[in-house]
């Protein structure tokens, strides 16, 4: 029987198309194929600027940076998330903190952001950057998230990286409540330039330094140097930067990806309402809907996670988890909370502090979700999921 993944990339004939001519078109980095793919990415997440990267982690990365993280500074994250969403303030180095989740939504909790605050207003300790994440494609609650930041005086970092394309109020995730996002294009996510990933922001002036962060420091822009006179060949290295650039070939395999886009979405969509109505007689509970209707807040359906909870003739998760592998499913677990990863634990935090998201890391089960998924596969899914819940 063939292993079914819990997700993977869908690549046709354009996107080999794509690659092809880039690969013949002269420039394999640094050429045309880059600005089209963050023009082409910016556009249709309704914001500026776009800057391409080598990796969503780099974005983090750089994004932190530009947007003032440094030693003596604290960067608050979700626990549920990728060790990413942390280690970015890390590298920087800031001290880092979580907020717990919201049990419906999975994802950072208003309520609890501005419980957070209020102790660290008393304690003096406020965060310079707070980082949510809208986990698996489903916005956080931004509005009152940015005036908790007006407020509190510290900025947003959306981690995008399940987001690309979806919807809050209506609008594109990128940058509209957030001073900077970030989105990932690595193979089990939206849309895939093998690794990949974007930072995007309103902010010219910190698009313009994410471009100096992503490229050495160095600037070859004659309005940008310091000292322009000296001769034709001179760049400026003007701060300590890095190589996160992304490479055309990534950049044109992108820009061949986003064309279907919507098309990602709509198999998405079709594909969870699927597992809601086959799994609503199954115990378990199933991913919180997206609020508002239609296309208001439109989750881009990244991961469908379900939770074992405990019951009367239910199998453990950990049960039900291994005989799904042993059926040939891909299920995985997203996420245990990134405080209590044993480096996490090394830097103090440890069981307790996180009710929330510790209580439904131990029931979450991914399981297959990707466009390519057919019918008749979901369909095996579902049944073995069915077997695996019994005692
Ligand atoms: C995938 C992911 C990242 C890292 O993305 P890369 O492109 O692999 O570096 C960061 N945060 C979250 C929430 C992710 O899912």
Same mark, same amino acid.
Not at 224 to 242: K, N, R, S, V
Not at 255 to 266: G, V, Y
Not at 286 to 313: F, I, K, M, N, Q
């Given at each position: ?9 869908? +690549? ?27 023009? &082409? ?20 990365? /750089? ?22 969403? &942390? ?32 102790? &660290? ?45 979806? #919807?809050?109020?209506?609008?594109? /995730? ?15 996510? /939206? ?26 420091? +160095? ?9 322009? $006179? ?16 992304? %490479? ?28 809601? #109505? ?6 378990? #509970? ?32 950990? %049960? ?17 909370? +990134? ?32 466009? %390519?998924?057919? $019918? ?16």
């Amino acid at each position: 029987m063939d292993f079914i993944p819990y997700a993977t990339q869908s +690549i046709n004939e354009d996107d080999l198309a794509a690659v092809r001519d880039v690969l013949t078109s002269g420039w394999l980095t640094q050429g045309p194929a880059v600005p089209r793919f963050e023009q &082409a990415f910016a556009g249709l997440h309704g914001v500026p600027h776009a800057v391409a990267v080598s990796n969503a982690t780099a974005g983090l990365h /750089i994004a932190c940076l530009a947007l003032g993280a440094g030693p003596g500074q604290t960067v608050w994250t979700s626990p549920n998330s990728f060790v990413a969403s &942390a280690n970015c303030a890390l590298y920087c180095g800031a001290h880092v903190d979580f907020v717990d989740i919201d049990p419906v939504t999975r994802n950072m909790g208003v309520a609890e952001l501005d419980a957070k605050l209020q102790q &660290a207003e008393r304690d003096g300790v406020l965060p310079a950057i707070v980082i949510p994440v809208h986990f698996g494609g489903l916005a956080c609650n931004l509005a009152p998230m940015r005036e908790l930041a007006d407020r509190y005086g510290f900025k947003i970092l959306e981690d995008a990286s399940h987001a690309v394309g979806a #919807r809050y109020n209506g609008q594109p /995730i990128g940058s509209r409540y957030a001073d900077a996002s970030v989105f990932s294009f690595h193979p089990v996510k /939206i849309v895939t330039t093998g690794e990949g990933g974007i930072v995007t922001t309103q902010d010219a002036a910190l698009a313009r330094r994410l471009q100096l962060l992503r490229s050495h420091g +160095i600037t070859r822009e004659t309005g940008d140097m310091q000292h322009p $006179d000296t001769g034709a060949w001179h760049y400026e290295q003007q701060c300590l930067g890095f190589n996160y650039r992304m %490479t055309d070939i990534q950049a044109a395999l992108g820009h061949s990806q986003l064309q279907r886009l919507d098309s990602f979405h709509t198999a998405r969509e079709r594909l969870a309402e699927r597992y809601d #109505r086959l799994l609503a007689s199954l115990p378990l #509970r199933r991913p919180a809907r997206a609020p508002g209707p239609g296309a208001t807040a439109r989750s881009s359906w990244h991961l469908y996670v379900v939770e074992v909870v405990p019951g009367d003739g239910v199998a453990d998760r950990a %049960t039900v988890f291994t005989r799904l592998r042993e059926a040939g499913i891909g299920v995985n677990v997203h996420y245990e909370p +990134i405080p209590l990863q044993p480096y996490y634990r090394g830097l103090g935090f440890h069981s307790g502090q996180f009710p929330a998201a510790e209580a439904y890391a131990a029931q979450a089960l991914s399981i297959p979700l990707y466009p %390519t998924l057919t $019918d008749a596969q979901q369909d095996r899914v579902v049944a073995a999921l069915a077997e695996a819940l019994q005692a």
